[in-house]
């Protein structure tokens, strides 16, 4: 899940994308409406957790323009104020979900993911092919009867996948989904998650390799 989270408050910008990050999410950072902005114009986000009151372009027109592109991109809103009026303004602006300030780290991670699930066709909850099992809330994959030991990245590229229902997807694809802006396009990351992935996952193999195309389960 690619997630963009617009704060202008820098540590605390900092400490939510810390724990998205460990959540197996990847996370970009804006500081101010104007960068937010330009990242969304060319990053196709699954999530934007934005807060209501930043410089530059304010919260609210950033997520009307997002409604009004109709994007798949679900905004979660932030801000100081709690009241009813002010959690009716950010809806009506277009967001699909509003969490005041301050939150429980727990609470806005359980709420990004399920925005996350409604920017996609459907899924459920776990998701299942064959004997395998993910629970991307408790990050906790089960083939067999057995959790497999995988790492946080490992899980969300197994998640893609999944959730793709068959669909071949590229590398390409899983770097922009999977890792976020920090990652070198031209390194072997992928594949190499890929590989471990398959060895972990054990026979009889899951990931098929498409030659030119990319990976599908």
Not at 14 to 21: G, K, Q
Not at 127 to 152: F, K, S
Not at 174 to 187: I, K, N, S
Request: aromatic residues 4%; glycine residues 6%.
């Amino acid at each position: 899940m690619r997630v963009l989270v617009v704060e202008d408050q820098v540590d605390l910008a900092d400490s939510v994308a810390r724990v998205l990050r460990r959540e197996g999410m990847a996370v970009d950072v804006s500081h101010d409406g104007d960068d937010a902005q330009e990242r969304l114009s060319v990053i196709d986000y699954d999530v934007v957790v934005l807060d209501r009151d930043i410089p530059g372009v304010h919260g609210d027109e950033l997520c009307a323009e997002i409604a009004v592109d109709d994007r798949r991109t679900r905004v979660l809103m932030l801000t100081a104020s709690g009241t009813t009026a002010d959690r009716v303004a950010g809806l009506s602006l277009g967001a699909d979900d509003y969490l005041p300030k301050p939150f429980a780290f727990a609470e806005l991670v359980a709420r990004i993911r399920a925005l996350g699930r409604r920017a996609h066709p459907p899924a459920p909850p776990i998701l299942v092919h064959g004997d395998l099992r993910l629970d991307p809330a408790q990050r906790v994959a089960i083939r067999g009867g057995m959790r497999l030991p995988l790492t946080t990245k490992e899980l969300a590229v197994l998640e893609h996948l999944l959730t793709a229902r068959g669909r071949v997807v590229s590398a390409e694809e899983l770097l922009e989904r999977v890792w976020d802006e920090q990652a070198d396009p031209f390194t072997t990351t992928v594949k190499a998650t890929i590989n471990r992935l398959r060895s972990k996952l054990g026979q009889p193999p899951v990931i098929e390799t498409v030659p030119r195309e990319g990976y599908r389960i």
